[in-house]
């Protein structure tokens, strides 16, 4: 039978959890031992626990192995800042003239700046114009249904509610004429009459 899955989570009792973190803690060194050992790689492993103590594991020198990871992060940069520069410039180029354009858009929408439009560029805006408003008069139409069904349903509700309420009355009399009629019958009624006689 296998373990059941554990949920990754903050553990919330502090004893709990400084058992758990050492153990995973040394599993981890372990794991990066023998990744060194195994592919002959530079394995730099630094922890810092809750209370701030500092574990740290390193295949050579932990300051040979920073010092390399820097040079590398800055070749990185330099990689980035010179080969993607161009790119980037136009990149924002593209943007700002695709930006330019919906704001174009957009005030011919709103009826603004249209002198400047062609012919052909007006009736191609009139026909989206018109297509848009054919959608929202038919979604308009869609909740203008919805609407008065709701309506219709509410009212049959509503009547259905006072059918119940007058069948609860009438049966709620007719239980007390029945109970009235049969304590009549057994002579149980408090209104009979009641007589002493003296002998």
Not at 41 to 64: C, D, N, P, R, W
Not at 75 to 92: G, V
Request: aromatic share 6%.
């Amino acid at each position: 039978m296998g373990r059941g899955k554990v949920v990754i989570r903050r553990i919330d009792n502090s004893s709990s959890r400084q058992v758990t973190f050492s153990k995973r803690r040394s599993g981890l060194m372990k794991k990066a031992k023998e990744l060194a050992i195994l592919c002959d790689a530079q394995v730099g492993l630094i922890i810092f626990s809750s209370t701030g103590k500092l574990h740290e594991y390193a295949s050579t020198s932990m300051k040979s192995i920073m010092t390399r990871y820097e040079n590398i992060e800055d070749k990185n940069m330099e990689h980035f800042n010179y080969q993607d520069k161009n790119r980037w410039q136009r990149e924002a180029v593209i943007m700002k003239r695709h930006f330019e354009n919906l704001q174009d858009y957009s005030s011919s929408f709103n009826g603004e700046e249209l002198s400047r439009l062609k012919v052909k560029d007006l009736q191609q805006l009139e026909q989206q114009l018109q297509t848009s408003l054919s959608q929202i008069r038919d979604k308009k139409q869609i909740f203008m249904d919805e609407i008065q069904q709701r309506s219709q349903k509410k009212l049959c509700l509503e009547e259905e509610n006072k059918k119940l309420h007058e069948k609860i009355l009438t049966n709620d009399i007719s239980k007390k004429c029945t109970s009235n009629v049969k304590e009549c019958i057994d002579g149980e009624s408090p209104r009979a009459p009641f007589t002493l006689q003296l002998w």
